[in-house]
């Protein structure tokens, strides 16, 4: 089945306001950039995000944060947005805040139809207590908190119960996807990613390189094409880097290893021969 489709526009076309979405991404880090900028132009409103943080400033999901189109957000970490904060402490967004491993685990659990699951992350604080507040009023009253988790006992050892995340749509970003669906990540863009992608009930991809099934080598699939339902191809330089630190350099690079392995490898043939 060819999954792959004409534009981002298209792809998000059906994402109704008040759709839960999970995002990948960490930071600027492999965010599908080119489907957030379709719901921005769609209108689509009073969002749901799941994802590692909402945005960093104005960029990412935060252009939808920005233009008030998320009502609440998942994340476990937010300290790069100074508008979720504004939000927040305002009463305009509901925040969720859970342990980044949690989170991972929580995604992909949800992917694979476990429904809950006890991890030793948060026992003894406030996440597995309750009390966090993830809703202010406009005078800046705590109006909602979270609710306390159960905590077993295995082993000896305290474990506090956390439930699976499920989204209405999963939308990622990944180097390489074929006609079929299966994508692979690039390096430290593989984040979050798949674990959105399985989590998504209706999973969206926009992906750099479209290739023919067959053309990814099965081990090298990092989310298989069962959990995807579109693609879209778009332009591998609309990445974006979140903060840039480079340095001069002051001599020549080294050889690469795989040049300077294949020398090793010559030589010793020599010497074999």
């Given at each position: ?251 020549p690079a080294d050889a690469p290893p795989a040049a300077a392995g294949e020398e090793a490898t010559t030589a010793a043939e020599e010497g074999d021969a």
């Amino acid at each position: 089945m060819d999954k792959v489709f004409g534009s981002a526009r298209e792809a998000v076309a059906d994402i109704p306001d008040g759709a839960v979405l999970a995002v990948g991404g960490f930071g600027l880090c492999g965010v599908p950039f080119a489907l957030i900028d379709a719901l921005l132009e769609q209108g689509t409103r009073d969002l749901t995000t799941i994802s590692n943080n909402c945005g960093v400033e104005d960029q990412a999901l935060g252009v939808l944060l920005y233009a008030g189109r998320i009502r609440r957000t998942i994340s476990s970490f937010v300290g790069g947005s100074k508008e979720v904060a504004r939000l927040y402490l305002s009463g305009e967004l509901e925040v969720e805040l859970t342990p980044q491993g949690t989170l991972a685990e929580r995604l992909r659990c949800g992917g694979i139809g476990i429904p809950a699951f006890y991890t030793p992350t948060g026992v003894g604080t406030l996440v597995a207590e309750g009390g966090i507040p993830f809703r202010y009023d406009a005078e800046g009253n705590v109006v909602a908190t979270s609710e306390p988790k159960e905590v077993r006992v295995f082993d000896g050892h305290p474990y506090v119960l956390e439930t699976a995340l499920t989204a209405d749509f999963g939308l990622v970003r990944a180097a390489t996807g074929d006609r079929h669906g299966n994508l692979w990540f690039h390096e430290s863009a593989r984040n979050f990613n798949p674990l959105a992608g399985m989590a998504g009930r209706i999973t969206i991809a926009e992906v750099e390189e479209l290739v023919e099934p067959g053309a990814i080598r099965p081990e090298d699939v990092h989310l298989p094409g069962v959990f995807v339902d579109r693609l879209v191809v778009v332009d591998p330089g609309s990445r974006k880097i979140e903060k840039r630190t480079t340095r001069p350099r002051t001599e020549p690079a080294d050889a690469p290893p795989a040049a300077a392995g294949e020398e090793a490898t010559t030589a010793a043939e020599e010497g074999d021969a």
